[in-house]
Nanobody, 119 residues
Framework: QVQLVESGGGLVQAGGSLRLSCAAS????????MGWYRQAPGKQREFLAD???????NYADSVKGRFTISRDNAKNTVYLQMNSLKPEDTAIYYCKAAIQWIGPTYDYWGQGTQVTVSS
């Protein structure tokens, strides 16, 4: 079994910062891409950023220049540093990881962490 646990969400004023963490645990041989998504009320889940095991990153235009994704392979953890937060960043934030144990690689999701940005 594999578990992804996010932390670091909360309430912050517009212009503030938060750092999200997502730690993977369980039956893991290797973790390939790790990423962050979010879902606001009444909206579809949207991609924010991802990072390969080697550190190559990709960002959605909506967060480019404000959010930074990073990972610690030794800790099986991915981070999302969020700066210059806006009220429209309010959402539940989810991490996703492509994890291999024995055989194929599967995508796993965390349970989500709430981020609320007040104006």
């Amino acid at each position: 079994q594999v578990q992804l646990v996010e932390s670091g969400g909360g309430l912050v004023q517009a212009g503030g910062s938060l750092r999200l963490s997502c730690a993977a645990s369980g039956s893991i041989f290797s973790i390939n891409a790790m990423g962050w998504y979010r879902q606001a009320p009444g909206k579809q889940r949207e991609f924010l950023a991802d990072i390969t095991r080697g550190g190559s990153t990709n960002y959605a235009d909506s967060v480019k220049g404000r959010f930074t994704i990073s990972r610690d392979n030794a800790k099986n953890t991915v981070y999302l540093q969020m700066n210059s937060l806006k009220p429209e960043d309010t959402a539940i934030y989810y991490c996703k990881a492509a994890i291999q144990w024995i055989g194929p690689t599967y995508d796993y999701w965390g349970q989500g962490t709430q981020v609320t940005v007040s104006s």
